[in-house]
């Protein structure tokens, strides 16, 4: 790390001190929970937080969003298939989930948003239309057919396939006829695939080729983690070149919704009561689930601990150039406001109380802190 | 436009499907009677194909084309198989394989056109009645009243409460106004709406108000401010919804209150408390404060329920998207139950062609009384817009994949009981 890197890293940390302590006061004030002990447990949480964190250089902070984070969904190469191997190596079903939320994108900033109009369902489409589009690629005419909006025009339906391209980082094949059947007019048809080396990964496992037919087959094993995997792989090599994977907004996607996985990660469980009626509804589930203080979603409290958070995730991710593009204006505390609400289908309510499922990453993030704080009372 | 009658409509939804068995058949048959060594010659069933076609049948266009691409397809399918398994299965196992795959297909079709009768003769014992009830049971239930059909809704929502919020959100929204002119139409839930209503729950768990009921001075209600719930919404983006907030709160069971708040009905308030998403408090006053401990399901719940009772106010989008989703989910099941996952053929049936064939016939045979009730006029019969549903009928959702194998389970125990009984 050079003078200067440093020097903003400290920041950064010294931010987050500040921030915790005001969190802290605030959480002091006010008590929402109706689970005893909860309000003591989280301001302990965050005591310890405030105080292990910022230790040996923000070593914590390294080691958990470089080891977890970054690994597994952001590898840091410059080649689009290593990357998208390791991603795809380490998915899980619940981790499709975040990012679902993720490629959702937000819904403030929905409008300018990665995927235009056609978020939400897109990768489920994409899956569908690879499955049944012949030889493993998609036709221009068959996505018009898939997501246009018969109320915008033509030109706009042409460039939210190039933002879904560009997203996903496919190729374009051009197929040109001469005459064709119908009007006997020069006809270009472009076909939308994978890149070979990501193809050549996929063979076997999630995609085959036909003997007979020397078509690509998509298997059984073919979802939506393929393209999951393509999206984040693409994001991965390009970090420093926001043009190019979605400019700030996709920045300040990324870094909210990772710095509430954090965040959420680190909750302390709660035991509640044998008589408390969430345990008796059949959707909570005791073994993967456990409540998570209400007072941490409270406004004043969470507002102040993902603002420093959201800066640390996108220095340690894309470095300067993701900090620069942080939003910091009026419209910031809005966007953070409304992190607090997403994710609602990983944590769900149940009751009136908030329950995180323990995923992976939660699982993986709350450990590597368990694990230093054990160290550090073992030597003391 | 003339209200399609029912036997019009199941005249149609057989045209296509009575096409497909004789040209099962009739393959089944030409497989069986070749010898093997013929048979491991692929050409000749080029040859057969050729034939075939050549076969003067005075038909409509439309069927000849389709009739060609099936048969096309179940040709070009055989030859596959023979030609990848040539090496490693014995010819007349190659052989037993197809006339097993032909036999599960045959039953399939025959399931597909005996699923109901043109006069709905013994109603309760047909295959669509029966997976039909089976579906409304668990996704869309009638009752009596709100409260009745919110508490079905409730308890079938452990299980199945994706595929209920699935067939809220319809994905064709974008088609959708929230703020309709006509205040009775219902629109499907959009992604922004489910924000929105998240947000609700969110915010009536953490920060609710209290406020004095206006019906019971001794019961004061949690409120939330509406500005709280589109805070968060920059750019104006949410502003339809914003300005259209009373007529989402009538879907969700709320009210607003004074303008700035937003209650849950008085009515509604019952269904709450009885679930279990609101609980008594009693206060040193002696007033009863009323705490919301809503789930994520609560509020969807109301406006799946509202749905349900009102089903005659129901927007085009909705109507199409949920008749959809039944109608897929049963093609599928009956599919599911008669054919392995090996069989050569499946793909032909899951085709967008054979769908589009089938699946809208369907779609408004469900639209009758004696199923789902809504209005069948509504139901597109655009070949543009069916693409855009078929393409991503729900095949890739695991909430749908899974109704659908429970589906087959029941539908295999009707089979059991039907051979039983005969």
Redesign the interface.
């Known amino acids: 790390m050079s003078g200067i890197d440093n020097l903003e890293w400290e920041k950064l940390l010294t931010e987050f001190s500040k921030n915790i302590d005001r969190s802290i006061k605030k959480l002091e004030e006010r008590d ?1 929970d109706n689970i005893p002990g909860a309000k003591q447990a989280l301001i302990e949480r965050l005591k310890v937080m405030r105080d292990y964190f910022p230790q040996n250089n923000g070593d914590l902070f390294i080691k958990s969003i470089n080891e977890k984070i970054q690994n597994a969904f952001f590898p840091k190469t410059k080649d689009l298939a290593e990357a998208f191997e390791r991603i795809i190596k380490s998915r899980s079903h619940d981790q499709d989930f975040i990012i679902n939320e993720l490629i ?1 994108g937000f ?5 300018k948003t990665i995927a235009l ?1 056609v ?3 897109v990768i ?2 994409l ?3 690879f ?2 589009g012949p030889d493993f690629q998609i036709v221009d005419h ?1 996505f018009y ?2 997501f ?4 915008k025009a033509r030109k706009y339906v042409k460039e939210s396939l190039q933002d879904l391209v560009d997203l996903f980082g496919l190729e374009a094949k051009e197929l040109i006829v001469e005459k064709d059947k119908r009007k006997s007019e020069r006809k270009v048809y472009t076909f939308y695939t994978f890149p070979e080396k990501i193809l050549e990964i996929l063979e076997g496992e999630y995609v085959y080729t ?4 020397g078509e690509k087959m998509v298997s059984e094993k073919f ?2 983690t393929v393209f999951i995997s393509l999206f984040l792989a693409n994001i991965s090599v390009h970090r420093d070149d926001l043009k190019k994977i979605g400019g700030v907004y996709t920045v300040n996607g990324i870094c909210n919704i990772f710095s509430l996985i954090f965040l959420i990660s680190l909750m302390p469980k709660l035991d509640v009561d044998e008589t408390n ?1 969430i345990l008796k ?3 909570y589930d005791s073994n993967r689930m456990s409540v998570i203080p ?1 007072s941490w ?3 004043e409290v969470l507002l102040d601990l993902l603002e420093p958070l959201i800066k640390i995730v996108a220095y340690r991710l894309g470095g300067g150039e993701w900090l620069k593009a942080i939003d910091t204006t009026e ?1 910031r505390r ?2 953070h ?2 992190t ?2 997403i994710l ?2 990983i944590n ?7 329950c995180r499922v323990e995923i992976d990453i939660f699982v993986s993030i709350g450990s590597i802190f368990a694990e230093v704080i054990v160290d550090t009372s073992i030597e003391d | 436009m003339v209200r399609e009658k029912w036997t019009d409509i199941f005249a149609r939804y057989l045209t296509y499907l009575s096409h497909l068995v004789p040209i099962l058949k009739e393959t089944k048959r030409t497989v069986q009677n070749m010898s093997l060594e013929v048979m491991m010659d692929i050409k000749i069933f080029d040859k057969i194909k050729m034939d075939e076609e050549k076969r003067l049948v005075k038909r409509v266009r439309a069927l000849s084309e389709f009739s060609a691409y099936y048969r096309g397809k179940v040709f070009e399918n055989i030859k596959n198989f023979i030609y990848k398994y040539s090496e490693d299965l014995e010819p007349i196992d190659i052989k037993d394989y197809l006339i097993e795959f032909f036999d599960e297909c045959i039953s399939a079709l025959q399931i597909l056109i005996n699923i109901t009768n043109p006069d709905q003769k013994k109603l309760n014992s047909t295959y669509l009645y029966l997976l039909y009830k089976y579906l409304e049971d668990l996704l869309l239930p009638i009752g009596k009243n709100f409260e009745e059909i919110y508490m079905k809704l409730n308890k079938t929502s452990v299980n199945w409460y994706e595929c209920q919020r699935y067939m809220m959100i319809p994905h064709t929204y974008y088609r959708e106004t929230v703020d309709n002119p006509d205040f009775f139409e219902i629109p499907g839930i959009s992604p922004k709406l489910y924000q929105i209503i998240n947000n609700i729950t969110s915010l009536y768990n953490l920060d609710p108000n209290y406020y004095p009921c206006p019906e019971d001075s001794n019961i004061e209600i949690p409120v939330i401010l509406i500005n709280d719930v589109f805070e968060a919404f920059i750019d104006n983006i949410a502003h339809e919804e914003q300005e259209a907030i009373e007529k989402i709160c009538e879907r969700l069971g709320l009210r607003v209150l004074d303008e700035i708040f937003l209650a849950p009905k008085y009515d509604f308030i019952d269904v709450l408390i009885k679930n279990d998403f609101i609980r008594e408090n009693k206060q040193s006053d002696g007033k009863i404060r009323l705490i919301p401990q809503f789930s994520n399901e609560t509020l969807i719940l109301s406006y799946l329920a509202f749905v349900s009772l009102r089903r005659g106010f129901l927007s085009k989008e909705l109507i199409n998207w949920i008749s959809m989703t039944f109608a897929f989910i049963i093609f599928s099941t009956i599919l599911k139950c008669q054919l392995s996952d090996h069989n050569i053929f499946y793909p032909i049936f899951t085709s967008l062609k054979t769908q589009e064939k089938v699946i809208p016939y369907m779609m408004k045979l469900l639209c009758f009384n004696n199923y789902l009730k809504l209005d069948r006029m509504k139901i597109r019969d655009s070949v543009q817009y069916r693409k855009e549903i078929f393409n991503f009928a729900g095949s890739s959702i695991d909430c749908i994949k899974e109704l659908i194998l429970d589906l087959s389970e029941y539908l295999n125990k009707i089979r059991k009981k039907n051979k039983e009984g005969v």
């Open positions: 929402i959702n819904i403030s900033s929905r409008s109009n978020q939400g369902t489920d489409r899956v569908e239309a499955s049944k068959q057919a898939m246009s909006d018969p109320n036909d003997e007979v037919l979802d939506k009626p509804d059949p959707s209400k979603m409270m406004k419209v809005k966007i406001n409304q607090r609400f609602k289908d769900r309510w149940i009751l009136g109380e908030l």
